[in-house]
């Protein structure tokens, strides 16, 4: 699973910076996004975008940096994005698998006012 994220997180930020740039250097979990790839920040809200039509409101890159201070910010990895949209894919891998049964539902529904 990270490696199908690393290998899509490669693929966007090909696409905000353009091959020559990452050409030098192999994308790997370890590649940081300020010193390794020099990104900026309207580089950082393309990506955002990217990854919010890939992966949806849930994968929030500017409430995820949020929590982060400045050194933070600057030292993050692409490794470290990696892992935080697996956690919330595999968080709602997990919420939408397979249905309760229609008898395991209809026995949690009565009592339970929401």
Do not use: Q, W
Request: hydrophobic share 45%.
């Amino acid at each position: 699973m990270a490696a199908d994220i690393l290998a899509e997180i490669t693929g966007m930020l090909v696409e905000i910076v353009g091959d020559e740039h990452l050409l030098a250097d192999e994308v790997t979990m370890k590649t940081t996004f300020n010193e390794d790839l020099a990104l900026e920040s309207i580089e950082f809200v393309a990506l955002a975008e990217l990854l919010h039509n890939r992966y949806g409101s849930d994968v929030d890159l500017m409430g995820f940096l949020s929590d982060k201070d400045m050194d933070g910010i600057l030292a993050m990895s692409v490794g470290e994005l990696v892992t935080h949209i697996g956690r919330i894919t595999h968080a709602s891998l997990s919420h939408a698998s397979p249905a309760r049964s229609p008898a395991a539902a209809s026995a949690a529904a009565p009592g339970s006012d929401g």
